[in-house]
């Protein structure tokens, strides 16, 4: 597994109430969006989980977003849920580039994605993999996913539990 | 008796007959012995032949007379074949003593594939007999009745006039002709018998090597392949890849006369290459050198190969501890010889991934066979060991003697980064290549040590750590990284550090690290409109036919030059630019929905929007993102201007054009193996490792490598040195080819390390040879007349084609290359059709 031997810590997100278990093996980027912010971890193959917020961040603008002119975009899962309590709707893309000659592997990419609202501001929370990573990664980017909690409640939350937060 | 298809060998490390003996005219001596004889004095002969021996007999005869003539017992018609029934059992009887006379010798022999035969022989319980020509075979017919053993005609059959041995089919005997081939009477030294005797235990070795169980049609090919490759008629051709040979073979002189004598001797190999029954005809086609797990003929190569046999592959982890017990009990009795041999072995790596699937216990495994200390404490501060230019690296020399290598990206090109250095972001990241170095003059010697790096940020990790398994017989070793550019930028610029260690084997215990210290500057902002002017300018400059235009400068250029400014004039390629977006940093994070900083947002064609925008590499310098579409990035960054030059551009082209008409590929199922073919066509073509249609590197080579296949390279990769080459690039930059090599996936690796010559459908560029292409594709088969009227223009006959007919060197392309071999059999079914257009367009039928 990845996060073998790794030392989690919980960061913070300022201005948001949330925070999430980050891995100090990986990047900790934090980066302003159109209409918003993201704060995103790296793993070393590409994969990556992030939080998104902001009032532009909603899950139809991002999926819009997705995909260009080499890549397509198809949601293949849909499924209305509960995120910390708050109702939520969590979606899987698969991205599929173009297999054109090119040092990249163009391996289909699954984007896994959950949008929420705290305090009526826009939240995405998820991750992005290698399709055929996904049996040996997938576990450890669920649990970053199921780490993110109301700042100081982190002990009492969890996905599917009650949260004050809705 | 097991039966197999006839071989014969003699290996390149002795001294042998160049001039293999052949039934020929008898001398006049023994003629005129041999009509003296009456036949109830011959009969009477035989007679004490049979009960007293040939030996006593010419001392009866012979005792009184000096030196005696021998005596005839050949047909004195046909001196290949014995007289008679009795005369040939009795040669039989005498061969088998020859051989285990020879067999004896071979022990001392001081080459280690002689030297093993004999003990592989004794250890594998293989027996040998001898291999003799019947009495009553056809007299002067090519091929001989043989029969097998030495007690009578039972299992014979029929083979080659110059079979020299036979190795049977469940690989537990050998059958060795031990008498001269043109005269029977003529006993072979037993130095020749004792090299056919090596010939067939090699075979016996390799197949016995390959697989549990009954061996494929294709190993049994390799096997005889091993076995004539080294035959004096044949080890004297070249092995450099010649273009004038047909498609039909191996495109190596030395190669594709070994596949001709196995296919015209071995009716199951030719009716399997003609049906192409389960793709040997590529197969074949692309073997071009011995290959093998046992190729030294060691009892203790077999009985390593065995160790495997017990275990699934990929082991279960829980198998794991017994698998390697079982591979360090049978590594145990190896000698130095056994382990270059393995070393040299792309099949013995290739079985070794397939047992075990991660880099660590394929490091351990390799560290096991090699008898290297695992996890061993780092040796303390090594001091720089004395010259020793012939001995193999050692650990504390590698430890010694390595640097750290630091390059990024600068959008056009890549920059060495050394200690204290600034650079820039691109797009919003750097995009680096962080590894080490050796710095003596050895290569690894094979030490199964690990690299790994990663970029900090004092003391924040801000490119994840990545480890790569340094080259066997490598010389540097590195690995991709990304940093993403922090929202703001410090005062001073970004400092970060680049940290590459050593691990051991073990992936885990880190022997040595260094770090290199740099500085990351924010890059100069731009609009949209900006980059949209500057794709202008760069569209206009590529279709300019000016003598300052890229067209025009190709039409200044060699012929494959011309053709590219040809089929860009003509609309066969389509070339536009790509030009970085001015919003980039946020582009692929909308577009991939988090950062990604290996990746920068383009723009193709002259406008910056969603519909012609796409994610791609830092460093791509070009595109072929669909059949005859090709996308260049000429403007290597967009505030400044700076372009790419127009050598590199031209480089680009050339390069990205063989894929923008590599049909083949585009109507592939764009496997690893279909890419990884383009690929190796594109970077043949483009020059980058030679000239294209010369196997040869002028003087000074100035980074040319030959095309000449070479046995005796080590593994992992093909043996040529340019395929080498070719293949090492993409190992190492294109990220499908390690894992798909290393695991052999979908017999990957198979096809790798024979590929070492393009095979491809439009290598020249040509619009003549694309319209040809599509003309053959849209047949459909209701006017054969007119298609093939069509077909006769391209070649000059009939009305001519719009692009005009076929140059000389396409119409060797259609000759030489498989790939219009398949295209016409796969679109012009029909089989009376397909033998003509063949026929018109010199395809080997």
Redesign the interface.
Known sequence: MIESGASWRRHRIAGLGLSFEVNPAWPLDTLPLDGGTIVSQRLPDGAGVFVRYGPGQTLDRFLAALGDALTTATIVRDDVTRFLGAPARRVTVRLDRRPIPGPSSDRPTLLRVTGFAVHGVPVLVGYRMREDRAAEIEATLERVVGSVAPAGEEAAAGPGEPSPIA | MERAAQSSTRRRTRSVDPHPHRAGTPSATQTEAASDRTHGARAGIVFLQQTLGNRGVQRLLFSAAGSPPPIQRANPLDQRLPMDRAEAISFARQAKADIDVALATLTADPEPERRNAAEFVAKEKVVTHALTPRHDSPIGAPTIRFFPGENDYTESFTADGASTHFAGSRRKGIWVRARQDANVDEPLAADEIAGRIVGAVSEIAFTRAAHPGAPAAFDLYRARFEGLYFLPEFFGKSDAFDRSLDGKGPRTPHARAVFERIYAGDPAVKKAYDADTAGIREKIDTYTMPEGMNRINSPRLQKLRASFFAFSAPVADAAYPAFKSAIKGAAAALDDDDRKAIDASNDWQRLINEHVEDDEKRGEIRAVIAGQAIGAAPAPAPAPAAPKPAAPLTRDEFLAGWEPTVAVSSGGATEVVVAGDKVKYVGGALLMRVGAVLTGDKPNSGLVLFVRAQVLRDP???????SELFPARGEDASVQLA??A??VLPAGGDKLTARVEILDADKATVLDHKDVAFTAEAEAVFTKEKAETEATADLAHFLDASPAGIVGKLNAMGPQEKRLAEAMSKGVIDVQPMVMRHDS??FV??????????SVGYF?GTTED????????TN?RG????FQKILVKRTTDVPSGAKMSDDDVIEVLVH?AV?ALDAP?WQSS?DPID?YK??FR?YWMDGSFGPPDKAICPVPAKGCKPAVVDPTMPAPGPKSPRARAIFQHLYE????VKPAYDDNKDGFRDAVDQYVVPDGINLLLSARLERLRKLIEDYDGTDFVAFREAVLGFTGVGPAPVDGVLTADERAQIVGNRAWRDHVEANVPNAGQQKTIKHDLGIAL
Not at chain 2, 589 to 598: E, H, Y
Not at chain 2, 610 to 617: C, I, K, P, T
Not at chain 2, 623 to 626: A, F, K, M, N
């Open positions: 924040d990790v801000v490119a994840p750590a990545k940093v993403q922090p929202a940093v946020a994070t909308a577009k991939k929905g988090a950062p990604d900083p290996s193709k969603d519909a012609h925008s796409f994610v791609d590499h791509t595109v072929t993102d669909d990205e894929h590929y764009f890419r383009t690929e594109a930059d294109y990220d499908y």
